[in-house]
Antibody, heavy 122, light 112 residues
Framework: QVQLQESGPGLVKPSQTLSLTCTVSGASIRTGGYFWSWIRQHPGKGLEWIGY???????YYKPSLKSRVTISVDTSNNQFSLKLSSVTAADTAVYYC??????????????WGQGTLVTVSS | EIVMTQTPLSLSVTPGQSASISCKSSESLLHSDGKTYLYWYLQKPGQSPQLLIYEVSKRFSGVPDRFSGSGSGTDFTLKISRVEAEDVGVYYCMQSIQLPYSFGQGTKLEIK
């Protein structure tokens, strides 16, 4: 059973860089046919997809966040990470990691981690 | 970016009754491979989203047959027949035909 678990600081100061890690268990991050994604949810709001990384290192970022986002992968530790720079209060959200399928085309996000709340505040 | 629009944004349903949620996309979700990349998720209170329906109408493993999806092109519907208390939460539609992935605003289902 594949499981994902987010970890990282729950509090980040404005203008600093938010850094989160997602640890994958039950499957190798090198497995073909899957990509590794970050999604966030502002308090009481809907879901916003941030981007993904493939085990090879190929990435895609949501255009509106692209200038501030970096997603990286550590295959030796079966982890992938999110960095979001120059954060403001608007980046306060629950951050989820999820596995996405990519067979013939991009598919479902499944499973998801439990999510971690990151608050941006001084 | 494809915009996903859900209606209604909230629903209050008596147990045993049915509920229906609409999702409209700003562009067709039909791919040249013949598949339509529309999904439905349920986010129960305090939990991460869970997959209910993939490719418009295919129920994910373990999802009760009370849940059904339909639609094509840009118009889609999730129907829940015989609503139960465990169905409460926020329902989201999601598209993956075009990056970035995008979600509907969510529809909150409550039980009367």
């Amino acid at each position: 059973q594949v499981q994902l678990q987010e970890s990282g600081p729950g509090l980040v100061k404005p203008s600093q860089t938010l850094s989160l890690t997602c640890t994958v268990s039950g499957a190798s991050i090198r497995t073909g046919g899957y990509f590794w994604s970050w999604i966030r949810q502002h308090p009481g709001k809907g879901l916003e997809w941030i981007g993904y990384i493939y085990y090879s290192g190929n990435t895609y970022y949501k255009p509106s966040l692209k200038s501030r986002v970096t997603i990286s992968v550590d295959t030796s530790n079966n982890q992938f990470s999110l960095k979001l720079s120059s954060v403001t209060a608007a980046d306060t959200a629950v951050y989820y990691c999820a596995r996405g399928s990519v067979l013939e085309w991009f598919g479902e996000l499944l499973p998801w981690g439990q999510g971690t709340l990151v608050t941006v505040s001084s | 970016e494809i915009v996903m629009t859900q209606t209604p944004l909230s629903l209050s349903v008596t147990p045993g009754q049915s509920a229906s949620i609409s999702c409209k996309s700003s562009e067709s979700l039909l791919h040249s491979d013949g598949k339509t990349y529309l999904y439905w998720y349920l986010q129960k209170p305090g939990q991460s989203p869970q997959l209910l329906i993939y490719e418009v109408s295919k129920r994910f493993s373990g999802v009760p047959d009370r849940f059904s999806g339909s639609g094509s092109g840009t118009d889609f519907t999730l129907k829940i027949s015989r609503v139960e208390a465990e169905d409460v939460g926020v329902y989201y539609c999601m598209q993956s035909i075009q990056l970035p992935y995008s979600f509907g605003q969510g529809t909150k289902l409550e039980i009367k």
